[in-house]
């Protein structure tokens, strides 16, 4: 008998922990999945999220006709049915830019012809049929862009005038260029222009010309270009803003996130967060890596201690704090309590040449350091696919950026660090800087970080108030239960937030169905990946 209600009370016991672990975990699925034959001589898809209204792909075709190339778009809604498949033609010497999303539309950005002359085509595409209509961009001055975005009639622009910032506006309903003025200051770094949802835009500048008083700039204006808001926020003198995130009016208030140095150093020493307000002085609220709980989690734990220690020694003797490291800030997002900001940890290969200027470690300034490449925009902004960087062939199975570990962190609405969390990414090797994981908040009870090692996802549960996190791993799911795995290209597919809870990983696969006709075949897919509680 008491062998008996020992496996009882042992049974119940594992019950109970397979409880806890359901409750606390999300629930993945992966409902819906779209297949494309890949031949191995085709381009790689652009993969755009066109938010509850489904997903573009956009690739440039192999095919030429009277000065045009063809380029495939395929609007897919969000059950991942194809809705459209159609060839869209533009001059063969225009280089693919970015894109833009807004409610019922997609724009695709090229820079036109092969040379630095900054005249630019803007296409409008009406995702009900698929339509598309085309606009030429001239401005009156060149300048190389970094930034766009699209707000009603109005699309803006940002970047450099040989080294000074701008921005301007084209409105293509009049089809009127407006530069906006305020600008073109030397030793200005644009560090952020990004749309709102109420129809306005920020420009965020670091004014570092005068050493003793460096500070950020921080302008909201209108479609038209009228500024509405303008706040000026010192920065100490030995501090560089090096990137910074602006939220996006979400909430009520605006905020903006990101990373300094010191001066003359490349490397970032730590985040930074800022309210927006000019009708009262907002302070700066810096913070070290060595600060955070879970920052050098992927570091072997005697190496980060060290670094914690001697942080908080150099604090506490008023030092300048020596650890820094490279690290890029993807994403800002808004809740009730306040923000959080995902950014990633990654180590360049030797050669990197666009983060070699201390006062411009992300080549957001084309001129920092001789090179141009027209495709590059600060992340959040959507950049087409290309294998050019900085006017350079990039070889997908280069090496030039290991990843280490992306980084969550919290803030309440006066910019306190709430929590902050990390996720070891294996030092995955990629060709370029670009986002590798994503996220997803509950608001106030879980968050859901995720990434895509081959072909696995891995989730990641963090809850509001616990400090463990909890990992687990889902295979891409197939479209057959009779397909059967054989590789993935390492380096061409990832996972991103699509809308709300859901997500989309892509990638391109190689598959074996022996009930098939064709028994092997190459694809690109996207699978449809929803995360619940």
Known sequence: ?????????????????????????????????????????DNYFTIISLEEE????????????????SYQLILLDNDLNERHDVTLEYDNKNVSMGYEYVSGTLFLLFRKGNSNKNELELSKINLSDATSENFEIKPEIDMNITHFGVINNSVFFGGYVV????????????????????????????????????????????????????????????ESGKQLLEDIIPVEPDIVIQTGLTSALEREDLALIGCWNYR?????????????????????????????????????PKRAKKIKTKTALEIKEKKKVSHSNHIMPFRVFENTKGFSILAEVYTPSSGTSYLSNPYDPYGMNPYSNGNY????????MGRMYSRYQNGQYINEDDEAMRLHETVLIFYDAQGNILKDYSVTLDDIKMPTLEQYSDFYSMDSKSSFLVYKKDEELVVTTFQSGVDAKQEERYKVKLRSDFDEFRSERKKDGGVKIWFENVFYTWGYQTIRNINEEDRVRDVFYINKVVIEQ
């Not at 409750?23 to 409902?31: K, R």
């Not at 489904?54 to 006709?65: C, H, M, S, T």
């Not at 490449?373 to 959040?380: D, E, I, L």
């Open 264 to 300: 003359g150093t490349k490397q970032a020493s730590g985040f930074y967060f800022v309210s927006i307000n000019p009708f009262a002085d907002q302070p700066i609220h810096y913070s070290y890596f060595g600060q955070l709980n879970q920052y050098f989690d992927y570091l072997k």
């Open 54 to 69: 489904g997903i573009a792909l956009f690739r440039e075709l192999d095919k030429y006709k009277d000065g045009k190339r």
């Open 373 to 380: 490449w027209p495709g590059y925009y600060y992340p959040g």
């Open 1 to 41: 008998m008491h062998h008996f209600l020992t496996i009882v009370f042992l049974f119940i016991g594992f019950a109970l922990q397979a409880h806890i672990k359901a409750d606390t975990l999300g629930q993945v699925t992966q409902p819906n999945r779209y297949e494309l034959k890949q031949k191995s001589a």
């Open 163 to 222: 080294n000074e910032s701008s921005v301007f506006l084209y409105n293509f309903k009049e089809d009127q260029i407006k530069m906006l003025p305020g600008f073109y200051q030397k030793d200005n770094d644009l560090i952020d222009l990004r749309s709102n949802q109420n129809n306005t835009f920020n420009v965020v500048l670091f004014d570092r010309g005068i050493k003793e008083n460096p500070k950020i700039i921080f302008r909201t204006f209108d």
